[in-house]
């Protein structure tokens, strides 16, 4: 008989949001980024829109950590919420359909926006390999951060 497969994709992402939110809502001096660099791959990548103050592309988990480090200056609560995953038995690869929770540090304006995301996960190892997320209103994050893109 097969082994029973241990790791799903939805299992790994559902790891990374659990650790996403523990880190983000820490103080900065609090912030122990290794729950979420558990659920990565050594050449994980993120790839952000080049319209967001945080745009880039970021490689491994210490990437990742100068990502979230950014991230979390900006915000006090980052959650996804709601998060419909979609996925093709034997896959690597959903896509998650979900709601977005934000407060802004700085003010403590909170706002929830429509977010989807494509995520590829290594299944034998139980870690995420790549997260490509879309926004669905890049101007209204940026208004809420005081942050204007350079053109």
Known sequence: ??????????SILE???DAERIYMSAPADKRDF???????SPDYRLLQTPALPYAGEY???EGLERWAKAM?????????????IFESEGSNRIVVYSTVHFQVRATGEEVDYPFCQ???????KGV???????YWDVAGVNRLLGYTPQN
Do not use: C, N, W
């Not at 008989?1 to 939805?10: F, G, S, V």
């Not at 494509?118 to 034998?124: A, F, H, N």
């Not at 995420?128 to 879309?134: G, K, N, R, Y």
């Open 34 to 40: 290794s729950g979420i660099a558990a659920t990565l």
């Open 72 to 84: 979390a200056d900006y915000f006090s609560v980052v959650d996804v919420k709601k998060p419909e």
């Open 118 to 124: 494509v995520v590829t996960v290594d299944l034998e």
């Open 128 to 134: 995420m390999t790549e997260m490509l997320p879309f």
């Open 1 to 10: 008989m097969p082994e029973a497969q241990k790791h799903t994709p939805r």
């Open 59 to 61: 490689i491994g988990p």
């Open 15 to 17: 790891k990374f949001y």
